[in-house]
């Protein structure tokens, strides 16, 4: 299992996905040779500008690996929505830890009041 991550990364995430450009976002190929794209433009996918963009003819398209690219086109929706279900999570798990506590103490004050009986 891997370690959790802090409450300090998660803010931290938050925060660089609040000063990302706006989502969703896409990319586009203008040629697909397998798992390697040449892609004229990533970035959101209406208006808010534009993260990359070629300036001229098909040398000035930039590559990558297309998992990458649609890997990075999903984080800009996926990151904050994580955020968020961490948050939730923990505050579930904080609140469950505390009614379980207070279930086991009201448990052991009922046995104990029967084991004097």
């Known amino acids: 299992m891997t370690d ?28 697909d ?13 209406v208006g808010g500008g534009i993260l990359v963009q070629r300036t001229g003819g098909s040398e000035r398209d930039f590559y990558m690996k297309k998992s990458d690219a649609l890997f990075i086109t999903a984080a800009r929706e996926a990151v ?15 609140m469950l830890r505390t009614a379980l506590s207070k279930a086991a103490i009201l448990a052991l004050e009922d046995l104990k009041q029967e084991l004097l009986k």
Request: with cysteine; aromatic share 8%; hydrophobic share 35%.
């Open 33 to 45: 040779g397998g798992d390697v794209v040449a892609m004229p433009r990533l970035g959101p996918v």
């Open 4 to 31: 959790h991550l802090t409450h300090a990364e998660v803010q931290r995430y938050r925060e660089l996905a609040e000063k990302a450009t706006e989502g969703p976002w896409g990319c586009w190929d203008s040629w």
């Open 80 to 94: 904050p929505r994580l955020c968020d279900t961490v948050d939730a999570l923990r505050t579930e798990n904080e």
